[in-house]
């Protein structure tokens, strides 16, 4: 079955430090991949995404992701935490091959809390 | 401002009284789509529809009822709500070509509660 996993419920950073959130899927094919943001009541915001190309993806805010096929993982990075970073990240992943529909499979999130 | 907008952000209602969550869109997009987000489960699709008069069901549509009379609304109905269905509920939309690429635009959400 296809599936999107964020094996960290929460991460825990001090504000200056690189932050790595991890994201691994299960999808068959060459997939697409998501990164998005939600700040506390607020929507989902599209952070970035990986479609083909440079397995380094920048995105908003300062965040890159790192898209390893090997590993069919899709971590989600910043080299210098802001406590501003603090929300909740979700990947999600779009299978290509067949009849998606174009649904995106969503991991269930994990909460990054940057400390001062 | 381009957005996505849903009413009501906040609800508390009863078992089996019959509710619409609206949701409005002001950029034109073709595709429109409900989720709900439980904690631990991630966001699932509810609905969508990829454009006026074409809707079709998401992973977890049972309780559920949507139109799409008009390409700016699609409002999300609940004929009998039970206490299941409870959550964060999201709509999102995007053109065409951002459905193919995965981006979404989101509202901010509208959080029911079902006693």
């Known amino acids: 079955a296809q599936s999107v996993a964020q094996p960290e419920d929460q991460v825990n950073v001090a504000e200056g430090n690189p932050l790595t959130v991890k994201c691994t899927y299960s999808v068959s094919g060459n997939p697409y991949l998501f990164w998005y943001v939600q700040y506390p009541n607020r929507g989902l915001q599209f952070l970035l995404k990986?479609?083909?190309?440079d397995n380094l993806v920048k995105g908003s805010y300062g965040f890159e992701a790192e898209f390893n096929k090997s590993q069919t993982s899709f971590h989600l990075k910043k080299p210098s935490a802001l406590v501003s970073d603090s929300a909740l990240y979700f990947c999600?992943?779009?299978?290509?091959?067949?009849?998606?529909?174009?649904?995106?499979?969503w991991g269930a999130g994990t909460k990054l809390i940057i400390k001062p | 401002e381009a957005q996505v907008t849903q009413n009501p952000r906040y609800l508390i209602t009863v078992t089996g009284k019959k509710l619409t969550v609206t949701c409005s869109q002001n950029?034109?997009?073709?595709?429109m789509s409900w989720y709900r987000q439980d904690p631990g489960l991630g966001l699932r699709q509810i609905y969508y529809s990829m454009n006026v008069e074409v809707t079709d069901k998401g992973d977890v549509p049972e309780g559920y009822k949507v139109s799409r009379k008009e390409k700016r609304n699609f409002p999300l109905i609940l004929e009998s709500p039970s206490p299941n269905q409870t959550s964060l509920y999201f709509c999102a939309s995007s053109p065409i070509a951002g459905v193919q690429t995965g981006e979404l635009f989101f509202g901010e959400g509208s959080r029911l509660t079902v006693l």
């Open positions: 990986y479609i083909t190309g």
């Open positions: 950029m034109n997009h073709e595709y």
């Open positions: 999600a992943v779009r299978d290509v091959t067949g009849d998606s529909n174009y649904q995106l499979i």
